[in-house]
């Protein structure tokens, strides 16, 4: 069965500094990764999947299958960045592809 | 576009009462999801529809939980008879057929069980 794992419930950094939230999974097959974010009072929402190898608010992230890993990183965080990142797995083909399993979430709070 | 409308957007009920839940998606999105939030953990799918079939549900406690989604657009969540372990955020989210991937969420609607 696939899982996501997210080390850190919580992450503060200061405006400016270097920010990577980790995410690892587990699957055998071959899984999409995606990371969704809920700011404040705001509905869950994608921010990147790693098939679009795509940058989004200044965040980037790799898919490293040798290390089962897929963290998310930012060089110069922001304020608006605070938010509940959570990172989520699915795989292609079959019947319920599309079915997303979500890690724990991070806390992330970026200080002025 | 409107997004995905969910309602009542706070309930509370006693233990062993029944509540239900309801969806409207995304237009033209033929994929429904819902997931059950329990506080400090990530939504946990319950049930995946695919116009009006269910696509999967092998997370839905059956024993309590039902949902319909009987003319391919919106849905109904159930839970009956509530339990203290089922408070939580409902949450549900809408794709198109096809991109399963991008899922859109609604508000949620918050269950507290007393």
């Known amino acids: 069965a696939q899982r996501v794992t997210q080390p850190e419930k919580l992450l503060s950094v200061f405006k400016g500094a270097p920010v990577e939230l980790k995410c690892n999974y587990s699957?055998?097959?071959?899984?999409?990764l995606f990371w969704y974010v809920q700011y404040s009072r705001q509905r869950l929402q994608l921010l990147l999947r790693h098939i679009s190898r795509e940058s989004i608010k200044g965040f980037t992230a790799d898919l490293n299958k040798g290390e089962t890993s897929f963290h998310l990183k930012k060089p110069f965080a922001q304020e608006e960045d605070s938010a509940m990142y959570y990172c989520a797995l699915t795989y292609a083909g079959g019947t319920s592809y599309g079915k997303l399993t979500f890690g724990q979430g991070t806390i992330l709070t970026v200080h002025p | 576009e409107a997004g995905v409308a969910q309602s009542p957007r706070y309930k509370i009920i006693e233990k062993r009462q029944s509540v239900a839940f309801w969806c409207n998606p995304i237009?033209?999105?033929?994929?429904l999801y819902w997931y059950q939030q329990i506080l400090g953990q990530g939504p946990k799918l319950l049930i995946q529809?695919?116009?009006?079939?269910?696509?999967?549900d092998s997370q839905l406690p059956k024993d309590r939980f039902s949902a319909e989604r009987l003319k391919g657009v919106d849905s109904t969540l159930k839970i009956q008879p509530a339990k203290l372990e089922d408070s939580a955020v409902y949450l549900c989210?809408?794709?198109?057929?096809?991109?399963?991937?991008?899922?859109?969420f609604g508000p949620g609607t918050r269950l507290t069980v007393t």
């Open positions: 699957y055998s097959g071959s899984p999409e």
């Open positions: 237009s033209g999105h033929a994929t």
């Open positions: 989210a809408s794709s198109f057929y096809g991109s399963s991937y991008e899922q859109y």
């Open positions: 529809f695919q116009n009006n079939g269910v696509v999967d």
